[in-house]
């Protein structure tokens, strides 16, 4: 009976909260997906857990109005509540101590449930707001990206719940910016356009649009290029007629990102390659972070940042 006991707590009070943490979180920013170990899975859960569960333990402790409201107790004491609960857990423990504390059990079980319930209830109401604060915050890296506070918020906790692809296709770490893509397809074809929208499956990226989608007419280059000609590659791009034009993931070979400035100044794209390092790696594949201005002119910043 203790085991089952345990099981529901560790339910009520990790795994459904992190749930619900995902779901209000995902509100605001697309969230990512996980694939983590048991222990990895717990202490997330703890992580996301210990803010509101503390702030409840608070309210339903020392907080008139909280301290017996939902599901109130009579005898809500320090005391008993210890008494309670030794009660309940010896008796959950031990056939025997069922049996000899079986007329105080009934009674003890009662009021623990209740002051669990209630401790339940304001433990979510922190929780939604925890997630809810969050989520918000996740969304004002622009805004607040030169506060050092936030900053060691984002990269110990925000980033790891945020998409990794919502950052990089969007204006999220460079504000007022255009995201330019050069999609390499499995078929061998390079496309570049403007990124419109992004689609995620689970957190992951399942699809591109590109805005006034252009081919590069490889063949055509290799040609004038074997012929011992110097050929511009910027004459070797194809306009496709249509307007929007939409790469399946699973097509994808490579990404190549470019952030263009809309005031013609170079963007200062450090938080990028910095979140590329930290949240990314090696895993995602090539990656490159180059910027240019409204001209297309590489800047200075460009020509010195590689392949991350």
Known sequence: MLALAFSVLITVYLVIPEAVFRYIFGSFVPTRSFVLTRVETVYRAVLVAIIPLLLALLLVWRVPGPSNWPFPVRDNTDQSRRSDYKIVASALYSDAEFVRTQRDFWPAFTRSSRRQARLVCWYYIMLALTAWGAGKLATKFGEYKDNRF????ADKFLFKYISQWHPLLT???VPNTVVQADILCTNDTLYQGR???????????????????????????????????????????????SKLMYFFADKILNVNLTYLDLSGKAADTRNVEKYLQVQLGKKTGEISVSVKDAAGTPSDQAKNMGKI
Request: net charge neutral; glycine share 8%.
């Open 171 to 173: 204006d999220y770490f």
């Open 150 to 153: 936030y900053k060691w918020l």
């Open 195 to 241: 990124v419109t929208d992004h689609f995620l499956s689970g957190g992951e990226l399942s699809g591109i649009i590109l805005q006034e989608p252009r081919r590069f007419d490889r063949k055509s280059y290799l040609e004038d290029k074997a012929s011992g000609a110097k050929p511009d590659k910027e004459k070797y791009w194809v306009s496709i007629p």
